[in-house]
T-cell receptor
Framework: SQKIEQNSEALNIQEGKTATLTCNYT??????LQWYRQDPGRGPVFLLL?????KEKRKERLKVTFDTTLKQSLFHITASQPADSATYLC????????????FGAGTRLAVHP | EAQVTQNPRYLITVTGKKLTVTCSQN?????MSWYRQDPGLGLRQIYY???????DKGDVPEGYKVSRKEKRNFPLILESPSPNQTSLYFC??????????????FGPGTRLTVL
């Protein structure tokens, strides 16, 4: 069965540093991968989508890479701020591009002043 | 304001008492989905709908029903709730499933406790 793994332990970093979160998956070739942010008690909020034929995507301070050989996506937040503290979820499309997603359990990021 | 709304936000009920969680979106989205979120397991899809009158099972459909009679509404029905359905439920919608419109808007969540 499909399996998607994110760092289960919280990531603690200092303000201004780059945060790097990983998402590893097995047993599938997804058409795309999405990253979401979730704050406590709230629904996930979409951040970025990267397709299987894209190596890298950027949006402001966010960067996502997608290595289909390694079956891994990396999510980077540069110049991190305390307001970036949240849980970040990766989600894989497992339906060949028809938006049937499986989600990782998420990685909690804490940015300290 | 573009949004997905869910009601109720919090619900405590007892085993076997039928309940419905409503979900509504005001963005004319075609695709809607229900997820449950449990600690350590991430979001798991219960049911999804590609359009009106088109629904299909997700990964964990047992014990749930849905309907999509109108484009904006996608209620989740628990005919006979059991304690293992205690969870945080999210409804989500997206404009389409292709063409750069796949990202999903999530509702605020419904925390359900079944005693």
């Amino acid at each position: 069965s499909q399996k998607i793994e994110q760092n289960s332990e919280a990531l603690n970093i200092q303000e201004g540093k780059t945060a790097t979160l990983t998402c590893n998956y097995t047993n599938y070739s997804p058409a795309y991968l999405q990253w979401y942010r979730q704050d406590p008690g709230r629904g996930p909020v979409f951040l970025l989508l990267i397709r299987e034929n894209e190596k890298e995507k950027r949006k402001e301070r966010l960067k996502v890479t997608f290595d289909t050989t390694l079956k891994q996506s990396l999510f980077h937040i540069t110049a991190s701020q305390p307001a970036d503290s949240a849980t970040y979820l990766c989600a894989l499309d497992i339906s060949g591009g028809y938006n049937k997603l499986i989600f990782g359990a998420g990685t909690r990021l804490a940015v300290h002043p | 304001e573009a949004q997905v709304t869910q009601n109720p936000r919090y619900l405590i009920t007892v085993t076997g008492k039928k309940l419905t969680v409503t979900c509504s979106q005001n963005m004319n989205h075609e695709y809607m989905s229900w997820y449950r979120q449990d600690p350590g397991l991430g979001l798991r899809q219960i049911y999804y709908s590609m359009n009106v009158e088109v629904t299909d099972k997700g990964d964990v459909p047992e014990g749930y029903k849905v309907s999509r009679k109108e484009k904006r509404n996608f209620p989740l029905i628990l005919e006979s709730p059991s304690p293992n359905q205690t969870s945080l439920y999210f409804c989500a919608s997206s404009l389409s499933v292709t063409g750069g419109k796949e990202f999903q808007f999530f509702g605020p969540g419904t925390r359900l406790t079944v005693l």
